[in-house]
């Protein structure tokens, strides 16, 4: 079994600051990339940031600049250091990770349960 736990989101002001956490354990063998997405009430869920195991990384438009996503790779844990928010940027935000359980396996993807992030002003 693989979980991903995210922790991090609550409500913050136009202009602050938040960062969100994603742990994944379990039974993993190999990560190829962890990420962040986001869906907003009415729309469809979309990509926010991205990172390979290698440390490359990928960033929707909207966010860069703004956002940072990190890894800590011996604790399979995810980091999405967000500035300047603005009330655009609320949504729920879901951890995601594309990984293999065992050697013989292929890579899939699993998803954490979200955590909301609210931008007032």
């Known amino acids: 079994q693989v979980q991903l736990v995210e922790s991090g989101g609550g409500l913050v002001q136009a202009g602050g600051s938040l960062r969100l956490s994603c742990a994944a354990s379990g039974t993993i063998f190999s990560i190829n990339a962890m990420g962040w997405y986001r869906q907003a009430p009415g729309k469809q869920r979309e990509l926010v940031a991205a990172i390979t195991s290698g440390g490359t990384t990928n960033y929707s438009d909207s966010v860069k600049g703004r956002f940072t996503i990190s890894r800590d790779n011996v604790r399979n844990t995810v980091y999405l250091q967000m500035n300047s928010l603005s009330p655009e940027d609320t949504a729920v935000y879901y951890c995601?990770?594309?990984?293999?359980?065992?050697?013989?396996?292929?890579?899939?993807?699993?998803w954490g349960q979200g955590t909301q992030v609210t931008v007032s002003s």
């Open positions: 995601n990770a594309n990984l293999k359980r065992y050697a013989g396996f292929s890579f899939h993807d699993y």
